[in-house]
């Protein structure tokens, strides 16, 4: 049994993927909660994969090289595309952690990584509202915008996404 939380739900969902300090990138998330006393109400959300500095003049990973988790990497994560790993890729994953939130399970549920990582490039995962049929549809919406295939399909500021999830707040 889950006992409620001891001050008032949120209210407003921020999510500030980019550049962090010394311009790292995909790792420097940060979801901010706020309620009735905002400092009680801050969650930080980081390392959705491996933080990558962008103003490096070397790479340290090459091509090919998949770190993280399996179950919340964005497909271009899972394909070892280093080159296109940005803050996208943290707006994917965090459209995997809230759809987890949501149904109760990953939107990937293949215990194999190798496997885990093939499905997250070849499938959809289920719709989230056959799964978690009580979730709003246009909060499925929110979080299968999120979690786009084509990172440029996905929201494009994360501010925009922030003020989509705040409505089913």
Do not use: N, W
């Amino acid at each position: 049994s889950v006992s409620p939380p001891p001050h008032p739900p949120p209210s407003t969902v921020g999510a500030r993927p980019g550049k962090g300090k010394r311009g790292k990138t995909a790792g420097d998330t940060t979801l901010q909660i706020k309620g009735v006393r905002t400092s009680e109400y801050r969650v930080l959300v980081s390392d959705f994969g491996i933080a990558k500095d962008t103003t490096a003049g070397t790479v340290l990973t090459q091509d090919g090289t998949v770190l993280g988790t399996p179950a919340y990497m964005a497909p271009e994560q899972a394909g070892g595309r280093q080159e296109r790993i940005g803050p996208h890729s943290d707006l994917y994953s965090l459209g995997a952690l809230l759809y987890q939130l949501l149904s109760g399970q990953t939107p990937f549920t293949e215990p194999d990584p190798v496997k885990c990582l093939a499905d997250i490039l070849q499938k959809d995962p289920p719709p989230l509202g056959l799964v978690a049929p009580d979730v709003h549809p246009d909060l499925t919406i929110v979080v299968g915008k999120a979690m786009e295939k084509d990172p440029r399909r996905r929201y494009p500021p994360t501010e925009e996404f922030a003020e989509d999830l705040d409505r089913f707040l």
